[in-house]
């Protein structure tokens, strides 16, 4: 009697750790391709912002360091968050779109924004201590033509002169 319930014991084991492994093959079979990193490419953006910037020496490779440790922790979340607004589009575009569905995804998604925007801060005021006061003044003038993380495509009058030409304003 005690060996048979060892069995069944032993049997549902194993079946609930084939069932978790089947649901994570599904999910890295399922998942769409990854765009390379910034860095990958050996020019990325915040390499363009650091010498926007006129970074040079220990400043730039602090600042470099600073932008590739944030991209890389930001990485997964900005990825999940496209996945989620994605998702919301198809919920949207169903033929009966489920309310309790489209609430499920907006809450997922306000939740990994906020976290995104927190990381952010975090990010621009670690990068502030590793600039001087010119550095930083330069820096300040740039954060308002950045994209937060996760979001769409920059905005047509985010893309702009160098820090030190004349404001221009925003087309309506």
């Given at each position: 009697m005690r060996r048979g319930w060892l069995l069944a014991a032993l049997l549902l084991s194993v079946g609930l750790n084939l069932g978790l492994f089947g649901a994570w093959a599904y999910r890295q079979a399922t998942r769409p391709a990854p765009r390379p990193l910034p860095w990958a490419e050996g020019r990325g953006p915040f390499?363009?912002?650091?010498?926007?910037?006129?970074?040079?020496?220990?400043?730039?490779?602090?600042?470099?360091?600073?932008?590739?440790?944030?991209?890389?922790?930001?990485?997964?979340?900005?990825?999940?968050?496209?996945?989620?607004?994605?998702?919301?589009?198809?919920?949207?575009?169903?033929?009966?779109?489920?309310?309790?569905?489209?609430?499920?995804?907006?809450?997922?998604?306000a939740e990994l924004n906020a976290a995104l925007d927190r990381a952010f801060a975090e990010n621009v005021l670690a990068t502030r201590e590793?600039?001087?006061?010119?550095?930083?003044?330069?820096?300040?003038?740039?954060?308002?033509r950045l994209r937060p993380p996760g979001d769409?495509?920059?905005?047509?009058?985010?893309r702009g002169p160098h820090p030190g030409a004349p404001a221009v304003e925003p087309e309506r």
């Open positions: 390499v363009a912002m650091a010498d926007r910037l006129e970074l040079t020496g220990k400043t730039r490779e602090r600042f470099l360091e600073q932008q590739r440790i944030f991209f890389a922790l930001t990485e997964g979340d900005r990825r999940e968050l496209a996945e989620l607004r994605r998702e919301l589009r198809r919920e949207l575009d169903a033929a009966e779109p489920e309310p309790e569905r489209i609430d499920q995804l907006l809450a997922a998604s590793l600039l001087g006061p010119e550095e930083r003044r330069r820096f300040l003038q740039l954060l308002p769409g495509p920059p905005r047509r009058w985010e």
